[in-house]
């Protein structure tokens, strides 16, 4: 089956850089998404890595690293609104349905 | 407009109750989805249709069932409430199904169910 691990908090302060770490198992693999849950809201995309390496999108970048079955989001120049939780994903092994890590939880002070 | 809309927003009900979560999106989606997010933030699938033929069922108990009238809409009927099922439903649609490119979910604003 799937699964994936990513630790469960991370603080950091406004201008600061973070990284979020997420390392998976599994069955096949077609690429690893990340997603970023205000409480109270949904999940709203932010990433998806297909091939090794960095792809970035404004203040956050996503890597990749397929050999190691690792990826990360880096997030840069912190704000406050980006406090949240970052949930990395993949596909079941039928490419039907997104698995999704238990999420880190991002608190960004002052 | 709303791409994925959900009603009702907060459910509040007794156990043993029957209830339904409505969904629809305009984006033109084949493949719908519902979520379970449990009180620590798990976010785990229950169901997804593609073209109105479910092609998943993670483990979920046959008191949930899914109904899609179209290809827009996808219903979640829940039968006989427990305490356990307490949680925010979600659901998503996205143009196929996961495995293919980016393929990004778009979410609905969720549903808070409370069993008393």
């Known amino acids: 089956g799937q699964s994936l691990e990513q630790p469960s908090e991370v603080t950091a302060v406004e201008g600061a850089i973070v990284q979020i770490n997420c390392t998976y198992q599994?069955?096949?693999?077609?690429?690893l998404s990340w997603y970023q849950q205000h409480d109270g809201g949904a999940p709203t995309f932010l990433s998806y890595n297909a091939l090794d390496g960095l792809e970035e999108t404004g203040r956050f970048s996503s890597f990749l690293s397929r050999s190691d079955s690792y990826g990360y989001l880096l997030l840069q120049e912190l704000q406050m609104k980006d406090s949240a939780s970052y949930f990395c994903?993949?596909?079941?092994?039928?490419?039907?349905?997104?698995?999704f890590g238990k999420g880190t939880t991002l608190s960004v002070s002052s | 407009d709303t791409a994925v809309s959900q009603t009702p927003k907060y459910l509040v009900t007794q156990m043993g109750n029957d209830k339904s979560i409505k969904c629809e999106q305009n984006l033109g989606h084949d493949t719908m989805y519902w979520y379970k997010q449990d009180s620590k933030k798990f976010l785990k699938i229950m169901f997804s249709?593609?073209?109105?033929?479910?092609?998943i069922n993670e483990t979920v108990p046959n008191r949930f069932s899914p109904k899609s009238p179209d290809k827009a809409h996808l219903n979640l009927h829940i039968n006989s409430l427990e305490l356990g099922d307490s949680a925010v439903y979600f659901c998503?649609?996205?143009?196929?199904?996961?495995?293919?490119?980016?393929?990004?979910?778009?979410f609905g604003p969720g549903t808070r169910l409370t069993v008393l």
């Open positions: 998503a649609s996205s143009q196929d199904g996961v495995g293919a490119s980016e393929n990004e979910q778009f």
């Open positions: 249709y593609n073209n109105k033929e479910l092609i």
């Open positions: 599994t069955s096949g693999f077609y690429g």
């Open positions: 994903a993949v596909p079941n092994q039928a490419g039907t349905a997104l698995i």
